[in-house]
């Protein structure tokens, strides 16, 4: 243990089951191992993982709502609440950054930034962008987690990030992959197994995705399955039906351990118009997946090498998508193969352990 009379506190404000929530836990649970404790403060947390002891979550409300204006705010009180109390804290904020810097520095705390999508996503209105730049050099220290990201920062705002990659336990998924599921949509078929994972969003773009499926759905035998919660499930699946898409294309909600299905799966499509690094990617990567992305702001293009271990297309380009798909259809099984390979080669720099350590690094500097 590190023996420091400064705490530590977690801000993101609604917890729902995504990669930064991932990114959440993981640091927590490290830096649990380095401090006696450590303090998560949110209003509303969907699907709560196995987390250490020291791990105390100061949220007090318990009852689950869908009204952002509210969470946001219950967590901002809290917040407030914990700072009056705790002098020597440094905040590592996930969510409402804006917010969560203005009320540290009213407060005199010390406040770290993890930025988690790229800038081209909500960067684009001038007032806005003025505002973002203004308040984030604020901060302590900003972290992004991609060299794209970090440049993207530069270009739009003139802030450089400090780049720290999302922690990857590759052993862990590996192990997780092998544990049973009851999901049996990909079981004793024998065409394409085509899987995507994300929250059912505008920004994660499935719809996209279906609309290509639909474009080559008389030239080739395939399954889909998206994984994941959001407001966008009901157009999706009115799509799906409208389309006669319903034998082919399944929506599952969110799965704690989506690992087994992606064992199962042949080919990993991500749909986003913009990302941060998608941990989906990485771990598709983990177990060797073919992959096939959107080149969108920021991450997909780093990770798959502009192309090199993966293929990627336009953001919204169903009709690309589609030629990516019928391409990756007609490769030989030993091409596959080795490009999944020398992207799994390129792993090691995502290591857990290694940006653990540099996120242990920035709290201890602030």
Not at 63 to 81: A, E, R, V
Not at 216 to 231: A, E, M, P, S, Y
Not at 264 to 289: Q, W
């Amino acid at each position: 243990m590190i023996n420091s009379k400064k705490k530590i506190l977690l801000f993101m404000p609604l917890i729902g089951g995504g990669g930064v929530e991932k990114n959440l836990f993981n640091i927590a649970n490290f830096l649990a191992t380095k401090f006696q404790k450590i303090y998560i403060c949110c209003s509303f947390i969907k699907n709560k993982p196995q987390l250490s002891k020291n791990i105390i979550f100061i949220n007090k409300n318990k009852n689950s709502h869908n009204n952002l204006i509210l969470i946001y705010f219950k967590s901002i009180i809290f917040l407030i609440k914990f700072l009056l109390k705790n002098k020597k804290t440094t905040v590592l904020s996930f969510q409402a950054n804006i917010y969560c810097i203005i009320i540290c520095k009213l407060f005199g705390s010390k406040i770290v930034v993890r930025s988690n999508a790229s800038p081209s996503g909500w960067a684009n209105n001038l007032l806005k962008r003025k505002l973002f730049k203004f308040i984030l050099k604020r901060s302590d220290e900003l972290i992004v987690n991609s060299q794209n990201f970090q440049k993207e920062m530069i270009k739009k705002l003139n802030i450089k990030g400090k780049l720290i990659f999302n922690p990857l336990n590759c052993n862990e998924i590996k192990n997780l992959s092998n544990l049973r599921t009851n999901i049996k949509f990909f079981d004793n078929y024998k065409s394409l197994k085509i899987l995507n994972i994300g929250r059912l969003t505008p920004q994660k773009d499935q719809m996209t995705l279906l609309k290509s499926l639909k474009y080559i759905k008389n030239k080739i035998n395939f399954r889909l399955l998206i994984v994941g919660n959001g407001l966008e499930q009901s157009r999706l699946e009115k799509y799906i039906k409208d389309n006669q898409l319903i034998n082919n294309v399944k929506i599952l909600k969110y799965q704690k351990n989506p690992f087994g299905i992606l064992k199962k799966t042949d080919l990993f499509v991500l749909s986003s118009r913009y990302e941060g690094l998608p941990n989906v990617l990485l771990e598709a990567a983990t177990l060797k997946k073919f992959i096939i992305s959107t080149n969108c702001p920021t991450g997909p293009s780093e990770i798959l090498a502009n192309g090199k271990y993966g293929l990627l297309f336009k953001i919204g380009d169903f009709k690309g998508l589609a030629r990516k798909i019928m391409k990756y259809y007609s490769m030989k099984t030993r091409e596959k193969k080795n490009i999944s390979l020398k992207l799994f080669n390129t792993l090691n720099k995502y290591d857990a352990k290694k940006n653990l350590n540099k996120y242990l690094k920035v709290i201890l500097d602030n």
